[in-house]
T-cell receptor, first 112, second 111 residues
Framework: RKEVEQDPGPFNVPEGATVAFNCTYS??????FFWYRQDCRKEPKLLMS???SGNEDGRFTAQLNRASQYISLLIRDSKLSDSATYLC?????????????FGAGTQVVVTP | EPEVTQTPSHQVTQMGQEVILRCVPI?????FYWYRQILGQKVEFLVS????????KSEIFDDQFSVERPDGSNFTLKIRSTKLEDSAMYFC?????????FGPGTRLTVT
């Protein structure tokens, strides 16, 4: 089993619609979780941290389900500019710092 | 807004040559990282660096790789003897906690 798994998509979403997707992780001791977005041939950019209680940033909502070992990202009122690959990052804290594991990404395509 | 910068943006080298990729992290950040992304594949962690030493490294980061912070601003990745399979985008990142900020990357092409 991969350490961090994401549905690669693509998720084709009409503009204005809602899209949600998950990321599962294998190590139950993982402690920190993030969503990044990556545009084609660009660097990953931090979208949001994922807190235990769930958190929202504008049109974006992230949730953590420790029991089932997944995090989710929901995008409301999708914009054309939301088209990107969304990367899940899971960090396993170690004695020295942390082991950073990226998922392969979920591609979202927002269509007019 | 402060940002991570990387040079060069594209490096072409012959197999067996040494390359040094350079990064200037965000000035008040204490943690530094290198990642690579082979075209069409996922971002892979290489190494993290704190307090002038390696904190963590992946199995990819073998003896061919080394990192250095030669002065107060630069953070470098050296590949001693490049292989064809080292061709990838190399991203530097920095953070003051776990929230990392990435540079624009250096595309390394090994011929």
């Amino acid at each position: 089993r991969k350490e961090v798994e994401q549905d690669p998509g693509p998720f084709n979403v009409p503009e204005g619609a809602t899209v949600a997707f998950n990321c599962t992780y294998s190590n139950s001791a993982s402690q920190s979780f993030f969503w990044y977005r990556q545009d084609c041939r660009k660097e990953p950019k931090l979208l949001m941290s994922v807190y235990s209680s769930g958190n929202e940033d504008g049109r974006f909502t992230a949730q953590l389900n420790r029991a089932s070992q997944y995090i989710s990202l929901l995008i409301r009122d999708s914009k054309l500019s939301d088209s990107a690959t969304y990367l899940c990052v899971v960090i396993l804290t170690t004695d020295s710092w942390g082991k950073f594991q990226f998922g392969a990404g979920t591609q979202v395509v927002v269509t007019p | 807004e402060p940002e991570v910068t990387q040079t060069p943006s594209h490096q072409v080298t012959q197999m067996g040559q040494e390359v040094i990729l350079r990064c200037v992290p965000i000035s008040n950040h204490l943690y530094f990282y290198w990642y690579r992304q082979i075209l069409g594949q996922k971002v892979e962690f290489l190494v993290s660096f704190y307090n002038n030493e390696i904190s963590e490294k992946s199995e990819i980061f073998d003896d061919q790789f080394s990192v250095e912070r030669p002065d107060g601003s630069n953070f470098t990745l050296k590949i001693r003897s490049t292989k064809l399979e080292d061709s990838a985008m190399y991203f530097c990142a920095s953070s003051d906690n776990y929230e990392q900020y990435f540079g624009p990357g250096t595309r390394l092409t090994v011929t």
